[in-house]
């Protein structure tokens, strides 16, 4: 029986990236009512880094390489929000946001705040709550594409907050369409931490098991996904960018493991 059950799960597993990219609903959860909904990502391999000839490749995204992440986790379905931030601080262990534009918009921190933030929802919920590894994040927003962008090789006003969107600002989460992951605002909005220090040689060359380059000492983060004041060049999927830990217009999207 117990066999049998493995089978089943393997099998759902082996599913569910197949269904994901064909645009299924995905799995969802959430821990309790303060905290983010979460979407399970599978496990699987990519391609990570730009193309050569992709317009706007810096030498920073090349080579690109083969990564492959082995378990499958979950992520934040959108942006940390103002709301969610709000739960932390009005438990006392957040401070309060210095920027306010409404609960449905993305929260921004420097990265001490968010640190705080991934150890409250940690202790919150009994479960590792984590930044994404920069893999882990080109490869949610890549959702099985191989493109400059989730959505294509080209971007519109339609598809996401960049600066010919002309908001001028961030707005709420979900107010664009979702990957084939069932992510939304991956591209543009507001930038996103990750766990990595930002390495600009060798990054794309070392890690293949997606395992985050951290360091003792790391006065600059990597950031990823583009934002609002961003160009379409600089909001492609596999461009990185570097910004120091004090710097508190930083948005959040948090991992957790599947178990």
């Known amino acids: ?143 099985g594409t191989d493109t400059a962008y989730p959505f294509g090789d080209t971007i519109t006003p339609a598809n996401a907050n960049y600066v010919q969107s002309r908001k001028d600002a961030p707005v709420e989460v979900g107010s664009y369409p979702a990957n084939r992951f069932g992510l939304h605002d991956m591209i543009g909005n507001v930038w996103e931490w990750v766990e990595d220090c930002y390495h600009s040689g060798g990054y794309y060359d070392a890690r293949a098991d997606g395992q985050p380059v951290v360091r003792d000492k790391c006065p600059v983060h990597a950031v990823r996904g583009g934002s609002y004041q961003i160009r379409a060049q600089q909001s492609r999927v596999s461009y990185r960018f570097r910004v120091f830990k004090n710097d508190g217009d930083v948005g959040l999207r948090v991992a957790r493991d599947e178990r």
Request: with cysteine; proline share 5%.
């Open 1 to 143: 029986m117990h066999h049998t059950f493995r089978l089943a799960l393997l099998a759902g597993c082996a599913g569910l990236l197949s269904a994901s990219v064909a645009g299924a609903e995905p799995a969802t959860l959430r821990d309790t009512a303060a905290t983010p909904l979460m979407v399970l990502i599978p496990s699987g391999s990519f391609m990570m880094g730009s193309r050569t000839g992709e317009d706007g490749r810096e030498g920073d995204e090349a080579p690109r390489h083969t990564v492959t992440l082995s378990k499958a986790f979950y992520v934040s379905k959108y942006e940390i929000t103002e709301a969610e931030w709000d739960a932390c601080a009005a438990a006392g262990k957040c401070a309060a946001l210095p920027q306010h534009l409404g609960p449905r918009y993305p929260a921004r921190m420097n990265w001490a705040d968010a640190a705080t933030y991934l150890t409250w929802l940690s202790a919150e919920t009994g479960k590792h709550y984590r930044a994404l590894t920069e893999a882990e994040w080109e490869y949610a927003a890549r959702a």
